[in-house]
């Protein structure tokens, strides 16, 4: 076990100890959960490869991750809470090649050694102001009980931007639903985190009714999808804006929420680099011109709708201003995606599920031209580029064994992998185990 993560860890224990000291009464809760997702990428077509391809051969990977949810109520209103996680496994291809990966657990992985570290430790403060109360039941991150239709909620701590912003019943978490990392969330959303996917800051959500709005801060890796976060959360920083409305359409439920996030940080531009290269001649590269700060835009729709009892849709449109390399996320400036999740009711297999989904990333003008230079991407950079769009369908059925386990079969069909319409196309399989108590 890491020393630092062990320090970590203990440090949050004490400061839950400290909090439960204090407080009477106090709710307890525990959760957790253990996945492992196992893949083999066929062999596919290659006229040439670079140094950040898809490798064209036939391979295998892995991804496991395990996690305890420990949260208690230290006074009314307020919620302490802290995962300690473990993960292992071995990415395709080095974790380059594509802009929508096959799996979107890999990223908290760092190699085929078990590694234990703290993944969230981060405090909520609920202000009720009324309107009626809705149930809240109990899981990972969240206690039982009950909330005000109007209310503010402060996070403030250690977590994942995404546990906060684009939720989609439909498509949001690879442990259970799509593991493709495009369909997950927004392709083009270049979220703060570290190279995990975690990140400290604070969000503020103001609760009325059917409308949600929230806004939050949150600090950005010092390098590009590094472990290490930068401090100075003033000067470099991810800002996001959300508005989110629930509705009923033919009397089914349905949600329609609009991101908008701004992100500030050394960032090197795409045209910076090949004005660069042309001025001294050689390869396009992002390292020789970062430097000053710079800043990224984009906006993201997100639509959710029961269907019926038993399926749901999903919608999701994002884009990014392009002009900045990739700085938390993946190489994606442009996504649609789409689809459908069905339960196994009509079937009597009624915790079973089946989804279908589909999307389509795109490229900006400058980053394709960067990458057909032969510049490196830090996912991408086959040495030159014949630019389509990268199309990826997925599917999957997850089989309920028992209340805590799952079992899902899943298959990725991708043309185009990482925009270059001479390499292609790619199927990938997969085996996902998910238990969780």
Same mark, same amino acid.
């Given at each position: 076990m890491p020393a630092r993560a062990s320090r970590d860890i203990a440090a949050g224990l004490l400061l839950l100890a400290s909090f439960a000291a204090a407080a009477e009464p106090l709710d307890v809760d525990v959760h957790g959960q253990a996945t492992y997702v196992g893949q083999r990428k066929s062999a596919f077509d290659a006229p040439y490869s670079g140094e950040h391809s898809l490798r064209p051969e036939r391979e295998r990977s892995y991804s496991f991750t395990g996690t305890i949810a420990l949260g208690f109520r230290p006074w009314r209103d307020g919620e302490l809470y802290l995962d300690p996680e473990?993960?292992?496994g071995v990415p395709l291809s080095g974790l380059t090649g594509l802009g929508g990966f096959t799996n979107g657990e890999i990223a908290r992985t760092s190699g085929p050694s078990l590694k234990l570290y703290r993944a969230r430790l981060f405090l909520r403060q609920t202000w009720n102001g009324g309107g009626g109360s809705e149930r809240v039941d109990a899981e990972m991150n969240q206690l039982a009980?009950?909330?005000?239709?109007?209310?503010?909620? /402060?996070t403030v701590g250690n977590l994942s931007v995404t546990d906060l912003f684009d939720d989609n019943a439909y498509s949001h978490d690879p442990r259970t639903q799509f593991l493709n990392w495009s369909l997950m969330t927004h392709g083009a959303f270049d979220f703060a985190a570290d190279a995990r996917g975690y990140t400290w800051g604070a969000a503020l959500e103001w609760y009325r009714d059917d409308w949600t709005l929230r806004a939050g801060r949150f600090a950005q890796p010092r390098q590009p999808?590094?472990?290490? /976060?930068?401090?100075?959360?003033?000067r470099h920083y991810g800002d996001q804006l959300e508005l989110e409305h629930h509705h009923r359409l033919a009397g089914r439920e349905g949600a329609v929420?609009?991101?908008?996030f701004r992100n500030r940080a050394r960032m090197a531009s795409y045209a910076d680099a090949l004005d660069a290269a042309a001025a001294a001649g050689g390869t396009p590269d992002l390292n020789a011109v970062r430097g000053g700060e710079k800043t990224k835009t984009g906006y993201g729709v997100n639509l959710e709708q029961a269907l019926s009892s038993d399926v749901g849709a999903f919608l999701r449109a994002s884009r990014a201003d392009g002009r900045t390399e990739t700085y938390a996320f993946t190489e994606i400036d442009r996504s649609l995606?789409?689809?459908v999740l069905v339960k196994g009711a009509a079937w009597k297999r009624a915790e079973d599920a089946v989804g279908l989904g589909a999307v389509r990333n795109y490229l900006s003008a400058s980053h394709r031209d960067y990458l057909a230079a032969g510049g490196l991407g830090f996912f991408l950079g086959d040495g030159q580029l014949n630019?389509?769009?990268?199309?990826?369908?997925?599917a999957f059925y997850r089989i309920a064994v028992t209340k805590a386990l799952a079992l899902s079969v899943d298959f990725q069909r991708i043309e185009n992998p990482g925009y270059n319409a001479d390499r292609g196309p790619v199927r990938v399989a997969s085996l996902r185990a998910h238990a969780e108590f």
């Open positions: 473990v993960a292992q009980g009950f909330a005000q239709k109007r209310r503010i909620v /402060l999808n590094q472990m290490e /976060l930068d401090p100075k959360i003033f929420r609009l991101l908008a995606s789409g689809g630019y389509r769009p990268e199309q990826i369908v997925e």
